[in-house]
């Protein structure tokens, strides 16, 4: 039951600003949408993000990533995604949920990758503190060796 109540914490509807980069590409900055439905019946949320993007120096958001899926509760506090991101992609994550003061904090590891073979590895983390979600997701691919940060961001519950 403790379980299920830190997904009821990642439910709703956020929105936010965030902050991209990569050694391969140039900085921009997004906004983002997200929006995590619990299932009543099942300890599972679905979830949906999209972000719209604005490279350095231009003016206008276009849009840029889509991205959906499931965040399904295992046994203890161990959770896994599994999501299809536009282009193709498809990604599993595993990792854990874990409570703190006021929120929680999930730290998401990629297991499998399809239908991009650039990527190596990913890893997430999305902290929850009262309405306030934040997260980083680090990648490392073909062209870049080591984990990197790619994105940052911060989203208010609306």
Do not use: C
């Amino acid at each position: 039951m403790i379980m299920i109540n830190l997904l009821k914490l990642l439910a709703g509807e956020w929105a936010g600003t965030g902050l991209g980069g990569y050694p391969t590409i140039e900085s921009f900055e997004y906004l983002e949408t997200l929006s995590l439905t619990l299932d009543e019946a099942r300890p599972f949320l679905h979830y949906e993000q999209k972000t719209r993007r604005r490279n350095v120096g231009q003016t206008d958001f276009i849009p840029s990533h889509w991205e959906t899926g499931f965040l399904y509760l295992l046994s203890d506090n161990q959770v896994e995604v599994a999501n299809a991101q536009i282009g193709g992609r498809v990604e599993v994550l595993a990792g854990t949920i874990e409570p703190v003061a006021a929120g929680l904090v999930l730290r998401l590891q990629s297991s499998h990758f399809a239908n991009d073979p650039r990527m190596q590895e990913a890893s997430r983390t999305i902290t929850v503190n009262g309405d306030t979600l934040h997260y980083t997701m680090y990648m490392q691919t073909t062209k870049v060796p080591q984990l990197a940060l790619h994105l940052e961001a911060t989203l208010e519950r609306q």
